[in-house]
Structures are given as C-alpha cells and as structure tokens.
C-alpha cells in the first residue's frame, strides 16, 4: 500500500473512532448498554462454572501394551479427574460405548 494511502486510511479510522466515541458519551443508554453485560456476564460465569475437571468416566483402547502405557492408564485413573469404565480391544467397540454413552471420552 503506497504511504500517501496509508496516512488517509489511518487518518480517516482515527475520526471514524473518535465520532463512534464521542457519539457514545453522548447516550447514556449505549454506555450503559456497552459495560453493564459483560460485568454481569462476568459475575456471573465467574462463579456458576467451575475449572475443574473431575470423575469423567474415560474408555481406553491400549494397542501397545508396553510398561510407559500401563503407566499412563494408571496415572490417568489414579488423578481423581477420570474414572476409568473400561479398557477396549477394539475402536470399534470404544465407538459404540461413546455413542450410547457410557464414556465421554
């Protein structure tokens, strides 16, 4: 972009930026319009969710059955974020259990 159209884009977004804000002093509605959701939001969200995760029910299709695998299916059941439901031989079979829900993951 030539520099001669990059000063008149930037000079016309300052004024566009200054009318739309000197538009919202002006109405008191659009102020309040524009703060008064998001702390609500905020106050709100903040306190009904929660973080942390917990108890979700895991299935696991472990192909390799090595040592560092048995490892990370004990690490992950004994969190206390995930229960383990089952341990699958198949994806196929891990498919069906999610679909019906049984696991969420």
Do not use: C
Not at 44 to 72: A, C, H, W, Y
Request: aromatic share 6%.
């Amino acid at each position: 972009m030539p520099r001669w159209l990059t000063g008149l884009v930037s000079h016309r977004m300052r004024a566009l930026v200054r009318k739309e804000l000197n538009q919202i002093k002006r109405d008191r509605r659009i102020t309040m319009s524009l703060i008064l959701p998001p702390i609500l939001q905020l106050m709100l969200f903040g306190t009904v969710m929660n973080p942390s995760v917990g108890d979700l029910k895991i299935g696991i299709v472990d192909d390799s059955q090595s040592p560092e695998s048995r490892d990370l299916v004990a690490a992950l059941s004994q969190s206390g974020s995930f229960t383990l439901s089952a341990l699958y031989q198949s994806t196929e079979s891990l498919g069906f259990d999610l679909s019906k829900g049984t696991v969420y993951a």
